[in-house]
Every structure is written in structure tokens, then in C-alpha cells.
């Protein structure tokens, strides 16, 4: 369970999130084309918004790649970050916020069952049509709901500030991978800190560097991919590559 210590906005927009939220922009706005409707589920939300504010960790994420907006526009995520700021940088969307903004765009139903411990966050997602928040652990209660929701789309984003977090996290990702879903799964590592990963699973790692960010102590972070579309994985791998290109350019 995600302690009410753990506070999201000091890490929001870093490098790191950068990672996590191109690629998950990619699998969602994949996903959405063609279909009327979606489940999004999320183990470990945040805020539906953040505010950025100097100094802080973004500014070796998304405020380098900031420098390569009209480039980078061709991708979703970076669409929305230049919509949603179009007066300079100061808004950031969490990653259901992200999402739901991609299937708005889509033009497709979209239901979010998200969960955090945190009274706050709850609060801020209070009114939100078809979010479904739920204030509890999002390993165990994410793991019940797969079984009772038509696949969709997975987001498992552990604080890691339990021991036993990567080891719950690996578990829901096998579950959900049994049951079909999409899923993805976050890490600040250039692995997944599990002995091996199954046949038919993916890891997408980026090395900071290598994009022009910094991540401070963290050097990369990965993210596990599982999905039943056998073209998904290399449609991110593609967009990946043209993702790095545009942030290497001079």
C-alpha cells in the first residue's frame, strides 16, 4: 500500500515520467484508434494535474525536451503538454488525465478505474465522469477488478517504497497478462527487478543521457510491455527510436 508520505509532485514531469508517459501516450492513442470504447485501469494514481515550479525535477525532463516542441508535436504526448501550455510550461497532466485526454481526441468512451490511499488525490477526482476512483491498495484491488472488466489497458506504477512492491507489481503483471489485458509496467531501472521475464513480454528502457535529459541519482528507467496485439510492440519500438532522434538534435 502507497504510504501517505509518498508525495507525487516532487517527482512529476521528471525524466523519468517523460519515459513513462510518451510510451503509455503511444500505447493508449494506438489502442484507441478504431475502437468505440476502452477500460483504463491505473494501480497507483496521482493527481489529475500538476504545477511546475522552479526549481524542481522536471526540469531535467521535461524541460529539456521543451527546447524541441515544434519537433516533437508529431507525437500525442507532447500535443497535449503544447495545448495544454500554450502561454510557456507550467501545466503538467498525470497519467489518467493523459490518457483521458487521448480518447477524447479519439472520440471514444473511455473508463478509468484508478486507485491511491491518499484522501487528497481522491478528493481531486471527485466529479470526474466515468472515473471510478478507488481509495485502497492498487495491487490487491487492481488484481480483483481484471477479472471482472473486459481487457483494456493496464498502468501498474508502484511508489517503490516497499520492499515487496516490485515483486506485487510482477504478480499483477502476470495476472494481467493471463487475462489478455494491455499491460505496463513503470520502473526507474534499466530492468525490472525480477528474476526473468515471460515470453511475449517486452522491456522499452531509455537511458537519460542518450535523450538529452537528466535524471539526477537515476540514470534510466524501463517499461515492461505485454499486449495480445502482436504489432503494438514494434509500432512502440518505431516511435521510440523517432522519439530519441528528435531529442538528439542539435
Known sequence: MEPLGYEHGIHAANAG???KHFILAEVADYLCAGRRG?????SHAGHPEYILSSPGQWQGGIGRCWLHLPDLRRFKYFDILADMNPEGLKRYPGSVRLVIEIAGRCGMDLDVEVWDIDPYVASEWAGWPHVHFHR???????CFVLGNLNPGLLLIDPPYVDCRDAERAYQLFL???ELGW???????YEGIAVPGLCAGIELHTLRFADAGMDGGRWKCASMALYSPDCCLAEHLRNRSMDLIEVLNLK
Open 38 to 42: 476502452l477500460t483504463y485501469m491505473e
Open 136 to 142: 485502497g491498495d492498487g495491487f490487491s484491488g487492481a
Open 17 to 19: 515520467d517523460v519515459w
Open 182 to 188: 494491455t499491460a505496463l509496467w513503470w520502473s526507474m
Open 175 to 177: 495476472k494481467a497478462r
